[in-house]
């Protein structure tokens, strides 16, 4: 295998994993209408939760006219589901910025790879040759690193996410909803 041909090999590599890159950015806007259906779902509960507390606390209220630690922690434990629920569109969102930019990042590295292949037979002179390839390699190197971290280690995180997601769609009670929070 000549020079050539193994770095024309790595950028096909490349433009070949840009394709379940592509597919799981789609399947993440799929997942963003999922996770709002679900948030809204899963408001109610809360809702229900909040009103719950709130009745035992005026009840305590009247008798003893104290807060106990049990309602305060299990009212934290509320806001935190709520403001953790509420968060689930903005990480998403995230993840799937990244993968959609890994896309590009992935087509300018294995671009880069192929002008790094053909940069002998390009007829530079000896000192412009090695400036050349010095900065092609180092621009295709960062560019391998950010489609690798910003894409393919992406696809992990939006599969734990869409798992996530399944199991918060089964959730009926508070409880379950805040364990599977917690969770995440």
Not at 1 to 7: A, D, G, L, P, V
Not at 64 to 84: G, P, V, W
Not at 98 to 109: A, E, M, R
Request: aromatic share 12%; proline share 2%.
């Amino acid at each position: 295998m000549s020079f050539i041909e193994f770095f024309v090999a790595i950028a096909g590599g490349i433009f070949v994993s840009i394709t379940p890159i592509i597919y799981f950015c789609r399947s993440g806007t799929n997942l963003e209408s999922r996770i709002n259906r679900t948030i809204k779902e899963k408001s109610e509960i809360i809702s229900n939760s909040y009103l719950e507390i709130l009745e035992e606390i005026f009840e305590r209220f009247k008798k003893t006219r104290t807060l106990t630690y049990e309602l305060e922690e299990k009212l934290e434990q509320i806001s935190d589901t709520r403001i953790q629920l509420n968060d689930l569109p903005y990480r998403l969102s995230s993840i799937v910025d990244k993968l959609t930019h890994s896309v590009y990042w992935g087509i300018l590295s294995a671009l880069l790879l192929i002008i790094f292949a053909y940069i002998p037979q390009m007829g530079f002179d000896p000192e412009n040759f090695s400036t050349v390839t010095v900065i092609v390699g180092i621009l295709s190197g960062l560019t391998i690193i950010y489609f690798f971290k910003d894409g393919v280690l992406k696809i992990d995180s939006l599969r734990n996410f869409q798992k996530l997601v399944n199991k918060l769609e089964l959730c009926r009670t508070f409880d379950q909803l805040y364990e599977t929070i917690l969770i995440s």
